[in-house]
């Protein structure tokens, strides 16, 4: 997604789409920023999916690693539920993104499951599904697809693939809490790229928190009782990954919505896209990998509720999509980014906690600082 730098004008509403001044009035500076804003950033809002959030489908990216806009919080009303529905919707946005990254360590750990592929390909086509279900139903709207928009997307889709694969592998050998921590790794990544390849330049305070990222990074490595080197190479991985993912969906993305009819790309969009080419590239890696004669031989697809886990999570990873996107436009860039800063502190410790980690003192002051950092940063963003 791109990241822009929004000034919204406090205390005004975000004009609606269709916007027309009363006849003989003449618009004000702050309106015509407020209607380019909300032009920008809902257009831009499409790159995003489970993320995350938190995460996106499984460790994927976050509301910073993938460059969400920070500014004012343009609150929009909808009439009775303006009291109500920044709440609801930001419960409803917590919930899914911590229950996707539970229901994903519960099968790849709990359950044992060594394959990680063949799970992201399952979840994405079950994402398929209910988008082309709901879409034949009336009650989202598709873009229709075409050969041009797929071809300048697979680039997009080939590291989008490669950043759930790893994020998944990542899942499995790291407990939930330094995962969340390692995760912070990303946005320092990303900085670096925006600042070589946008130009982009940060403030001191979010280099600071940048800086305070790397430490908690480093300690917790080093303190984490249940280190794997497995786990965090492929962790590592997933960061670089992510980071390449936002960088290219930005320069991808003007070109993209240029190759549909609507002259745009909504979110629905973007995930029925993302998810429908990931599913050749996934049946290559399985094959690569040798999933299939896994797949065929272990007795876990045998159990009932390892299926209910599966596509409980496959469905909470497309739920994060609807659900971001409500909350993001009940509140605002600025609440949105705070709180998915904030939800990563219960998410740890209900990690820590449900899986049993064995944590030293040391390790456990290296994630509490992380988070810090995490929420400094997110701060710093928006400053």
Request: hydrophobic share 45%; charged share 15%.
């Amino acid at each position: 997604m791109s990241d822009f730098k929004l000034d919204v004008v406090p205390g005004q509403d975000f004009p609606e789409p269709g916007f027309r001044p009363e006849k003989g009035r003449t618009i004000s500076g702050a309106e015509k920023i407020n209607a380019a804003v909300y032009k920008i950033f809902s257009f831009n809002h499409a790159g995003r999916r489970a993320t995350s959030n938190g995460f996106f489908r499984g460790n994927g990216a976050d509301s910073e690693s993938l460059g969400l806009p920070n500014g004012g919080d343009g609150k929009r009303e909808h009439g009775s539920g303006k009291k109500y529905g920044p709440l609801i919707s930001g419960t409803a946005y917590c919930i899914s993104s911590c229950g996707m990254i539970m229901l994903n360590k519960i099968a790849l750990s709990t359950y044992n499951f060594n394959a990680g592929i063949s799970l992201m390909f399952y979840q994405n086509l079950v994402s398929c599904l209910v988008v082309a279900v709901l879409s034949l139903s009336g009650v989202v709207s598709v873009e229709k697809l075409n050969w041009k928009l797929v071809r300048v997307w697979i680039p997009v889709n080939v590291i989008f693939v490669g950043m759930l694969v790893s994020g998944m592998y990542s899942l499995k050998y790291i407990n939930i809490a330094m995962v969340t921590i390692l995760k912070n790794v990303t946005n320092i990544i990303t900085a670096i790229g925006e600042l070589y390849i946008f130009r982009k330049h940060q403030n001191q305070k979010v280099w600071t928190a940048m800086f305070l990222m790397i430490i908690s990074a480093i300690s917790g490595g080093i303190t984490d009782i249940s280190f794997d080197s497995m786990g965090y190479t492929w962790q590592i991985m997933n960061c670089i990954l992510t980071a390449c993912y936002s960088l290219t969906l930005r320069k991808v993305m003007d070109t993209a919505k240029q190759l549909t009819r609507s002259g745009s790309l909504n979110e629905i969009s973007m995930v029925l896209l993302n998810n429908l080419l990931s599913l050749p590239f996934g049946i290559i890696l399985i094959l690569l990998f040798d999933e299939w004669e896994y797949i065929r031989t272990t007795d876990v697809i045998k159990l009932p509720m390892f299926w209910v886990v599966a596509t409980a999570s496959g469905l909470l990873g497309l739920a994060i999509s609807f659900t971001s996107l409500w909350f993001l436009h009940q509140t605002g860039p600025t609440t949105y980014s705070l709180v998915g800063s904030l939800n990563k502190i219960p998410l740890s410790f209900a990690g820590l906690v449900l899986f049993k980690v064995p944590l030293s003192l040391p390790n456990l002051f290296s994630i509490l600082f992380g988070l810090f950092a995490g929420i400094f940063f997110a701060r710093a963003k928006m400053s």
